[in-house]
């Protein structure tokens, strides 16, 4: 599926207890070349990363980067800065949490998830952000990285963007997606997952880097919640193929 998002929103992408992972689209219009043809897109690109943390023992705090710059900052629920770590190949742990930056990459893990996100040039930019993010997400449940930062609830079902996708049917369920192979040299996006996810794209917008709370939040649920129900759902269906990780990449 294909998520254009509204111009400087920030969108839930994985809801998990404890965890909550966020990401800010920002429009741009740029060249890309599909098939040694050159159109002119005005798309968007996720540009700037938010996680609320609470950890094993209570404490939360507000992890944020942005594609346009190196590092990460760590902060309360109140705004102070607990530290800033503007460079690369550095850390900061807390109790089951730690953030690792290393070279273009911040990986955080905790409550039994593991989130990354890489900074990319956006190639061939005319307006908008020069840098962009492609991420990757999966529980860390059974892995080696478990006694540490815990396994991903057995209890409560993750949900959204991407967090939802773990419904554990076996089934893909595509949501919709911009056609770039039009006849036509300049191409709108405007795909917002359409059919591939619960509700509408305006239903997981977040106001602030501080909230987790969306229709579908799971921060602060500890009792048992299903995943999503995919009756409801209308996107083409196929046979998943069989992996532990949910990815966003940009089409540059």
């Known amino acids: 599926m294909d998520f254009r998002g509204r111009n400087n929103t920030l969108y839930a992408i994985l809801s998990a207890p404890r965890l909550s992972f966020a990401l800010r689209t920002n429009d741009a219009t740029f060249i890309l070349i599909p098939q040694n043809t050159p159109k002119l897109v005005h798309g968007s690109f996720f540009s700037q990363a938010y996680w609320k943390v609470r950890t094993v023992v209570g404490t939360e705090f507000v992890v944020n980067t942005s594609a346009s710059r190196i590092g990460f900052d760590v902060v309360d629920t ?70 540490r930062h815990g396994n991903a609830s057995s209890l409560v079902a993750p949900h959204g963007l991407l967090g939802q996708t773990w419904d554990e049917d076996g089934v893909a369920i595509d949501g919709a997606q911009d056609d770039y192979h039009t006849p036509e040299i300049e191409v709108w996006t405007k795909s917002m997952a359409e059919g591939g996810i619960e509700g509408d794209a305006g239903e997981y917008e977040l106001p602030n880097k501080f909230s987790h709370e969306f229709k579908f939040s799971r921060y602060d649920v500890t009792g048992y919640t299903p995943p999503r129900v995919t009756s409801r759902l209308h996107g083409n269906r196929h046979r998943e193929a069989n992996q532990h990780t949910a990815t966003s990449l940009d089409k540059t």
């Not at 800065?81 to 893990?109: G, N």
């Not at 990354?116 to 492609?134: A, C, I, Q, S």
């Open 78 to 147: 109140n705004g102070a800065l607990v530290v800033s770590r503007p460079h690369m190949w550095t850390e900061f742990c807390r109790d089951d949490m730690r953030i690792l930056y290393k070279q273009a990459t911040l990986v955080l893990r905790v409550a039994g998830w593991e989130t990354n996100v890489t900074r990319k040039p956006v190639y061939n930019r005319l307006t908008g952000p020069e840098w962009r993010f492609d991420l990757t997400i999966r529980p860390l449940s059974g892995s080696a990285f478990a006694a």
